[in-house]
């Protein structure tokens, strides 16, 4: 085998390996967009009641477990809905009310899936062309395009969670900050999960919502 025909193979699989690269997904979330209330001159919150809208019972709980700690690591006090109201399925504005009242809480998270989505996304074909330094030089521009490898295009999919997170101050229920984020790829829910608390409480923390 020669010596041009070898670094062709080569080339053949970087690229391949490259392709196979491309098109392992991997998790990552992102804050989309916030926004503050501009008109909101009081102190950072420090105890938050987390709120989850899910009709499934274990994903709230899940999400409200895992804010809650997202929250406390950023230094703000936190508790789920589920413990300090109970399994209660549906929360009534008079639950809610009372257990804000009665646990000192200054502030409400609240949070739901807008939507999940299956995106399409295009990856460019690549062009890799093999050295040629040993090649005579009336040759080197036919070696040079006899040894070249191309490789097409393709379409793969990403899943995609949109997440919507709302604080508002408990005393009088205005709104105090908003954000969505987005998800790509999680492994499970779980891992999901984790991702939008964290990324969205240090947003929080950042912007000066949570002290």
């Known amino acids: ?3 041009s025909v070898s670094l062709a193979w080569v080339a053949v699989a970087v690229v391949l390996f490259s392709v196979g690269a491309c098109k392992t997904a991997s998790t990552s979330t992102k804050i989309d967009g916030t926004w503050k209330n501009p008109n909101y001159e009081g102190p950072p919150l420090s105890k938050l009641l987390v709120i989850g809208a899910a009709r499934k019972q274990s994903s ?7 804010m809650v700690e997202a929250l406390r690591e950023q230094g703000a006090d936190a508790e789920a809905s589920f ?5 209660s399925k549906r929360l009534t504005k008079s639950q809610v009310r009372t257990v804000v009242e009665q646990g000192g809480f200054d502030g409400v998270v609240f949070t739901h899936v807008l939507d999940v989505e299956n995106r399409l996304q295009y990856h460019e074909g690549t062009t890799t062309n093999v050295p040629t330094s040993n090649a005579d030089l009336y040759m080197m521009d036919y070696d040079q395009r006899y040894e070249t490898v191309t490789t097409p295009g393709y379409y793969d999919t990403n899943t995609v969670y949109n997440v919507e997170t709302i604080v508002y101050r408990a005393k009088t229920g205005e709104k105090l900050w908003w954000a969505v984020s987005e998800t790509v790829n999680p492994d499970s829910v779980e891992e999901g999960i984790d991702e939008i608390a964290e990324e969205t409480a240090k947003r929080m923390k950042d912007e000066g919502v949570i002290q």
């Open 1 to 3: 085998m020669t010596k």
């Open 60 to 66: 709230r709980e899940l999400y409200e477990k895992v």
């Open 83 to 87: 413990v300090a109201v109970g399994e």
